[in-house]
Every structure is written in C-alpha cells, then in structure tokens.
C-alpha cells in the first residue's frame, strides 16, 4: 500500500533524526539512520515532484504525438493497401456464444483460401463482450464473389465442432464491410453462423 | 493495497463509461455490447483485451473517417477512459471535462472523477487531485468511498494541512483495510503535528490489532515501529520498548524495531539488556540503515559498561564494514550514472502493455538492484519508470512503422504501374464502345417504334419465323398458277387466305404486348445506356483524379518517414532525459546512503580516537 510508503512511516522517522542518547561516550542518533532513509524518500516525492510535474507534460505531449502519427499511418497503410473501391473487410462477432466456443475461422473467397484466424482465449472473451475482429481485408473487383467462412472450435457438450458458411457477395463500386457472426440458436442448442453485410 | 485492485478498478471505468448509454441490463454487465458500427466495435476487441494503444489508434482513424456515428458519445467518453488507462490523464481530464457534465449518469461521472483524482494523486498533481475529488457529487460505492477520503486525507497531509487531515480522518467508522491506513496515516498526521498522545491512540490500535492478511500485518509492525520512535521521541522508553516488542522478529520493519528496543533499553542505563537486539542486528544484511546504527550503538554501550578494549574493536569493524559497503556503493553509482541500468530494466520488460496499469515490482538481478529497492516504494520513480518505458514503447512502435513505410513506397509503385499499364487498354476498350454510337441508336430504335406504333404495323413486330411464313404466304399467293380458274386453285387460294388470316389475326393481336415488351426492353437498353454513361463520367473521373490521388499519397508516403525520424529524435531526447532523472533520483538515493556510511565512519573514528585517548591517559596515570 502507497499511502504508508511515501509518507507513512518514513515521513513519522524523519521527526527523530536529531535525537541524541547522551552518554559518557557519543552515540549514534537514533533512528538516524531510518530518518535518513526518510528524508531521502520525503526529498524524492517532493523535490523531485516539480522536474517530473515538466517532463511528464512533455512525455504527454510526446505520447499523443505518436497516438495521432499511428492514426495517420494506420489510414495511409489501409488507403494504399485496401482502396475504398475494392475494399472488403470481414469482421468475425458472436453473440452468447453458449453452445459454440471459437478456436478459429478460416476464410475462403472464390476457392481460395485467404485467412486463417485461431483466437487466443482473451480475444474470445473481447467478442463474447462485445468486440469485433476484423479477420480479414480483401481488394475485390466488382461483381459476385463466393465467400466461404469455416468456424472451428467445441460445440454443445464439449465435442470438436466444425462448420461452414457460404455467401455470395455482390461487390459494387465502394467499400463493403461483411460480418460473420456466431449466434446461439436456443430452440436447437445449437450455434448458428450468419455472413451478412454490415449496414 | 493489492496492486490488482486499482487495474481492474480502471477497467471497470473504462467498462462503466462505455456502458453508459446503453441499455439497462448491458449497464449491468449481462450482456455484451451492441455494436452497431463495425469498427466501434473493433475498438472495444482491443478495449476489452486492455491493449489500449491499438484500441485508441483506431479509435482516432474510425472518428476521423465519421466511421463512428452511431456511438459518437459512447465512443468519446470510452476514449477518455482509455486515455486514463494509457496514463494520458490531460487528454482524460479534457474530455471528461466536456462529457460528464450533462449527459452521464451521477454515479459513473463520480466514479470517473474519483479514477482521475487518483492518477493525478500519484502522479503528484496535488491541486488537480484535489479537483477532481472536489467534483464528485454524489455517494460513491462503498469501496471508492473509504479509498476516495483516503486520498482526501492523503492530499491533506501533502499540503502541509494536518488539522484538516485529523479533522478527518478522526471521525473514520470503517473497519476495513482502508479505515487501518487512515489511522495510520491519521496517527502519523498527529506525530507531525506533535500531538503524540493522540497519536498513540490511534497508531497504538492499530499496533495491538489482529491482522488477517500480510498486509495488514506489515501495516500494524510499521505503526508499533512509528509508535515505538515517538515514544523514544518523547522520552518515554518504557511504552517505546514495549510497543517496538510487538514487531515480528522476521519481517521488513524487525531490524528498526530491534534497534529502537535497544535505544529503550540503553536510555534506561540497561546497556547489557541493548546489547542483545543490537548483537541479533549485527548478523543481519549491513545493507539496512538500521543494522548499520547498530554497528556503532554496540561500541557505544560497551564503552558505557566500561569494555573499552571491545568497543575499540567493534568501532574498527564498523569502519571496515562502512569502508567496504562505501566501496559497493560507489561501484553501483558508476553502474547507474553509465546509464545502462536502465535500459537493462526496460529490456528486462516484455513491453506487452503501457500505461497506468503498469507498475516494477521487482528490479533486474545485479549488485545495484539490492540498494534501490526503497526507491521502488516511491511513486516519483515508478511513475518516472512508467513514462520511460511508455517512450520506449512508442519508440519501438516507431521502429515498427519506419520499416513498413519501405513497404508503402512499394505499394504505391505497384499501383501506380498496375494503373499505368491498364490505362491504354482501358482507354482502348472505352474508344472501341462508342457510347455516343449506342445511344444514337436506341435514339433510333425509339423512333422506328414509334412509328409501328402509329401506323399499327403489326408485321414490323413479327418474328423471323413469322416473316419468313408471311413471305411464303405472300409469294404463294402471287403465283400464277393459283391464278387459274380452276377449283383446285381456288381450293388452294382460301387455304392460302386462311393460313395468311391467321398469322394476320395473331400478329396484329399480339402487336399490343409485342410493342410493349420491345418498348420495356428498349426503356431498359436506355437505362443501361444511362449507367453506361454515368460509369464512363466515373471512369473518366477515375482516370483523371487517379493521378492526382496516386500524387497526393505520394506526397503523403514521403511525408511519412521524416515524421518518424523527428518523433523519435524527439522520443529519444525525452528517453534521455527520463533516464537523466530517474539516475538522478537513484544516485541522489545511494549518495545519501553514502553520507550516512560517512557521518558514521567519522563518528566511528572519533569514538575509536576518543577510547585511545582515555588509553593512553589510563596508561600515562598508571604505575
């Protein structure tokens, strides 16, 4: 705990260090040395606090430098790489997520094979809470596409599940964002899997 | 505390803001967020794994794109929490400052005060932690609230203000690890203030109670250490002793607790009795100031028993013992001012994560780490080591970036040759078309059925099986020999007026749908001309801007990489400077340990020269 380390003990001790036994030979103050220690630490939260008062505002300053440089590098890599004309991402989601837990999903688009994701248990815990993964970017030409998504991983009573989806995209002039998404069909216990574009 | 609590703490703010606007029972945490926009919902995947930095970078791309609309306030106040999780707490505070005021609810606009109040606590921006406390207006949950007046109170002390602080903390009715550090800290506002007898009310409660964790058991030996020195303070050696007895002999506090009951004893004159203490120090790590006092508290008390020949001993093993930590210290100060140290630290680290949550627990194995180990109970050098490695990190963000941006210039080549080659085939094709062409000639087509339509030319609607049956018909009819006055011809003419009836009737009965149909195939020939022409304006458009576009992210992609090259000159100038005071502070630590070595070897040496002196004076006066 803080609060007793910075200012606690170490600050109570520093009211002793000019106390002195006095005694046919000279002693030692006591406690001198732990007040020592505390006068070092107290000097340390308080002297030291104006020096890095300034230079945490320059390494905020600096930080949000970089956050704002990584935004404009990251839309420059995806505009050079993935032109909104032929801009496809894929975006894995679930919902519940009862009766399917994800291992991986793999991705086919017009027979051949383009992604293949295996999820980290912390990432299936950010998409039952609600995160999305973009699982894939495509560049597509524009006209239909077949696009197959393979979801692997355990489904009800813990038994190796495997299953695919298939749909066509219709792919116009701009971007297209699709998702595929993991329900849970109660009626069935059983999970379900949709591919569906992102409105 | 346990270090966990305040991580979670801030993730479940970060949580509680996010879940604001939504539904009752999402609020509660039951169920997952609605994501209605795809790359909201990409933020909170990195959110929701606490990576913060991918979660605010696209963040900040998806705003800038208005990719975010339908969780444009949601999507703010979950920026400013990740701000504040990133330890970016201006960028927060600005943020929260704008959003919190109207349109979240009381409790989670309190909590985030509270959150924002803390960091700035530790990052010793007193006058802003206090603020941010100031603005919480309602009833924070149970255990934010007993952290909330710890802080107050803790605010209070920093200042200077210990009547205030006592003020508070003396009404504390809480029984909990929070209410053991108020009074302790309580207890030590009251010593500051030189009231010791109220002080030992509340640091004697808290010395005589029964701790059920480490922790608190750490917390009640420091109180009887604290209790035990201002009993010593205060002249009163006998409650000192029997206060610094309750220490555990094996813990963090026992070598200042042993030492202070030696001091008991030795300002009662029962020096034998300070031996005892002093004599356990003197095999411990001479590492601990208090071990080092009692190097020269040993020699002291056998000279007050009058063993001069074995305090004289003790005073040169001391000066030895100084002499040889001296040496240490100087060559772990060597160490630091080289500057490696900390980077050895930094490469110590993964550098899996940034930000607030962060905290050295432990310091790289090497003869320095063992002195420093106070330093890493200060919030000065853990915060200074946090901003460090945050640098770092972005830093080796940086180098990440500069090496793909080789990679952007590629790319861009690429596109601008791919775009090179198709634009004459392209230019080609468009040439070959003929748009104009096609359109004169639906024109056309227009205009021939308007005039079948007017004149009810039901043949020009025939198809070519018909025309050709109806040409037959006609050339049968010419022929001369179904002239013949015969009945054979003429049997033969009304078969041939039968069959051309028919087609007749059926063709000018069917012209109605068949002028229709070629009508609708003709609307939609024109409507196909018209998208035709409109992707030919895009395409031509295309063609046009392309170049412009592809010069644009040129410049962009050469803009790039001299961007990289200053952030991290300037982030090494900052890591730099970091490092400048982060040794500062580290030597400034060591430097005092030296002095104190110092002041004691001197001590020591007037003392062994002292006892020489009454030698030889002994000697001088004898026989």
């Known amino acids: 705990m803080n609060f007793a380390n910075n200012s606690g003990l170490l600050a109570a001790l520093l009211l002793f260090a000019s106390t002195a036994i006095l005694a046919q030979n000279t002693p030692p103050a006591i406690g001198a040395a732990t007040a020592a220690e505390s006068s070092m630490a107290a000097l340390i939260e308080s002297g030291s606090r104006d020096t890095f008062r300034a230079l945490d505002a320059d390494v905020q300053t600096l930080k949000k430098e970089v956050l704002d440089l990584n935004r404009d590098l990251f839309l420059l890599e995806e505009e050079l790489l993935f032109p909104a004309n032929s801009q496809v991402a894929f975006f894995v989601s679930m919902d519940v997520g009862e009766y399917f837990k994800l291992d991986s999903v793999s991705l086919t688009i017009d027979g051949k094979e383009v992604a293949n994701y295996l999820y980290t248990d912390r990432e299936v815990d950010a998409l039952l809470r609600g995160g999305v993964h973009r699982v894939h970017m495509a560049n597509l030409k524009t006209g239909e596409h077949e696009l197959i998504a393979v979801f692997t991983g355990q489904g009800p009573h813990a038994r190796d599940y495997r299953r695919g989806a298939t749909v066509k995209i219709d792919k116009g002039i701009g971007a297209k964002y699709l998702e595929l998404e993991i329900n849970d069909r109660v009626s069935k216990q059983q999970p379900e899997f949709e591919i569906r574009e992102w409105e | ?623």
Not at chain 2, 14 to 27: V, Y
Not at chain 2, 93 to 106: C, G, H, M, T
Not at chain 2, 304 to 313: E, H, P, Y
């Open chain 2, 1 to 623: 505390m346990p270090n966990a609590r305040p991580m979670f703490a801030m993730f479940g703010i970060g949580c509680a803001l996010l879940s604001m606007s939504a539904p009752p029972h999402a609020a509660a945490g039951e169920r997952p967020t609605v994501v209605k926009d795809a790359l909201y919902g990409e933020v909170l995947f990195y959110f929701y794994q606490e990576d913060f930095f991918p979660a605010i970078v696209r963040l900040l791309a998806a705003r800038s794109q208005s990719k975010l609309d339908h969780h444009r306030d949601e999507s703010e106040l979950l920026l400013g929490g990740m701000y504040l999780s990133y330890g970016q707490h201006r960028e927060a505070a600005a943020i929260f400052e704008r959003l919190l005021a109207d349109n979240v609810q009381p409790e989670i606009r309190d909590r985030t005060w509270f959150f924002l109040a803390r960091i700035w606590k530790q990052r010793g921006y007193l006058r802003q932690s206090a603020g941010a406390l100031d603005r919480i207006e309602g009833e924070l949950p149970e255990n934010l609230r007993r952290e909330a007046l710890m802080l107050r109170a803790q605010l209070l002390i920093d200042s200077g203000d210990y009547d205030a602080a006592i003020d508070l903390l003396d009404n504390w009715k809480g029984k909990t690890e929070w209410a053991s550090y108020a009074k302790f800290n309580l207890g030590v506002a009251l010593v500051r203030s030189g009231r010791v007898d109220a002080a030992a009310r509340m640091l004697g409660e808290l010395g005589g109670m029964k701790p059920f964790n480490d922790e608190l058991a750490s917390l009640r030996d420091k109180a009887n250490v604290a209790l035990g020195y201002a009993y010593l303070q205060n002249g009163r050696p006998v409650p000192a002793k029997r206060t610094l007895q309750r220490v555990r002999l094996e813990g963090p506090f026992s070598n200042k607790a042993l030492l202070g009951v030696g001091w008991a004893d030795a300002e009662t004159g029962a020096f034998d009795r300070a031996l005892v203490p002093w004599m356990e120090l003197r095999r411990r790590d001479l590492l601990d100031s208090a071990v080092q006092e009692s190097m020269l508290a040993i020699p002291y008390a056998l000279a007050s028993l009058d063993s001069i020949s074995q305090a004289a001993d003790h005073y040169l093993h001391a000066i030895e013992a100084f002499h040889e930590e001296s040496g240490r210290l100087d060559r772990t100060i060597d160490h630091i001012a080289s500057g490696s140290f900390f980077n050895e630290i930094i490469a110590d680290d993964p550098l899996d994560s940034t930000g607030w949550y962060w905290r050295m627990d432990r310091l790289p194995d090497g003869p320095q780490s063992r002195y420093l180990l106070h330093l890493l109970s200060t919030h000065a050098f853990q915060e200074g080591l946090k901003n460090l490695r945050d640098l770092h990190y972005s830093h080796r963000n940086l180098e990440n970036w500069q090496r793909r941006v080789d990679v952007f210039h590629s790319m861009l080549e690429t596109r601008i040759e791919a775009f090179e080659h198709r634009l004459p085939r392209v230019q080609n094709a468009l040439r070959r078309a003929d748009l104009d062409g096609m359109v004169d000639r639906k024109l056309e087509f227009d205009a021939v059925l308007n005039d079948i339509e007017r004149s009810r030319d039901w043949l020009a609607l025939a198809t070519a099986a018909e025309l050709g049956t109806w040409g037959e018909i006609t050339s049968l009819e010419s022929t001369p020999a179904l002239a013949a006055d015969i009945p054979e011809a003429a049997d033969i003419r009304a078969k041939v007026a039968l069959l051309k009836g028919v087609l007749q009737w059926q063709l000018e009965k069917e012209f109605k749908e068949r002028a229709w149909r070629i009508r609708r195939e003709l609307r939609r020939t024109g409507e196909a001309l018209v998208e035709m022409q409109r992707a030919r304006r895009k395409i031509d458009e295309s063609m046009r801007r392309q170049p412009v576009e592809f010069a644009e992210l040129s410049q962009r992609v050469a803009a790039v990489l001299p961007r990289i090259e200053a952030m991290q000159s300037r982030l090494e100038d900052q890591m730099a400077m970091q490092r400048s005071y982060l040794r500062s502070i580290a030597i400034d630590e060591l430097d005092a340990q030296k002095e104190r070595l110092a002041a004691y070897t001197v001590q020591a040496r007037f003392a062994l020269a002292a006892i020489y002196d009454i030698a030889a004076t002994v000697g001088e006066a004898g026989p």
